[in-house]
T-cell receptor
């Protein structure tokens, strides 16, 4: 099992739709979890930290399920500007592991 | 705007050249990182400096030589590179490494082409 696995992409969804990304991790000792966003030919930028209780920031909701070793990102009312690659990042044992990323295309 | 500044933004070099990539941050972060990213792949960790000391070298070939002159600066010296080393080189920083939570601040990257 890969250390961090994400849904294969690309996801092509119409503007206004809700889209969900999933990510699983193999190290049960992992301590912190993040979603990063990377636009084409740009650097990754932190989108959200993911907490056990779940957290929401506007149209974005992130959730963590430690028992299943699974994190998710939900984007509601998607905008054209949400088109990007979304990277799941897991930290544990002083290692920061990036998932391969899921590409999202929002269609007008 | 990113608070981690990388120069140059673009670099083209021959296989016999010696060049350097530079990275600077003024956020008081004590951990700095070099990542390499190929197209449509996630960033791959190369080196980590913690309190100006090299903490991690992910078995990177010696043609890449990192240097951390002080807590704000990180360099990557390049010598005798191969065309397959062409990639986006990303510098990142975080508050510390030992207690790092994975909150990395990335520079815009230096896009390297080796001819």
């Amino acid at each position: 099992r890969k250390e961090v696995e994400q849904d294969p992409g690309p996801f092509n969804v119409p503007e206004g739709a809700t889209v969900a990304f999933n990510c699983t991790y193999s190290n049960s000792a992992s301590q912190s979890f993040f979603w990063y966003r990377q636009d084409c030919r740009k650097e990754p930028k932190l989108l959200m930290s993911v907490y056990s209780s779940g957290n929401e920031d506007g149209r974005f909701t992130a959730q963590l399920n430690r028992a299943s070793q699974y994190i998710s990102l939900l984007i509601r009312d998607s905008k054209l500007s949400d088109s990007a690659t979304y990277l799941c990042v897991v930290n544990g044992d002083d290692k920061i592991i990036f998932g391969k990323g899921t590409r999202l295309h929002i269609l007008p | 705007d990113t608070e981690v500044t990388q120069t140059p933004k673009h670099l083209v070099m021959g296989m016999t050249n010696k060049k350097s990539l530079k990275c600077e941050q003024h956020m008081g972060h004590r951990a700095m990182y070099w990542y390499k990213q190929k197209a449509k792949k996630p960033p791959e960790l190369m080196f980590v400096y913690s309190y100006e000391k090299l903490s991690i070298n992910e078995s990177v070939p010696s043609r890449f030589s990192p240097e951390c002159p002080n807590s704000s600066l990180l360099n990557l010296h390049l010598h005798a590179l191969q065309p397959e080393d062409s990639a986006l080189y990303l510098c990142a920083s975080s508050r510390s490494f030992q207690t790092n939570t994975g909150e990395l601040f990335f520079g815009e990257g230096s896009r390297l082409t080796v001819l």
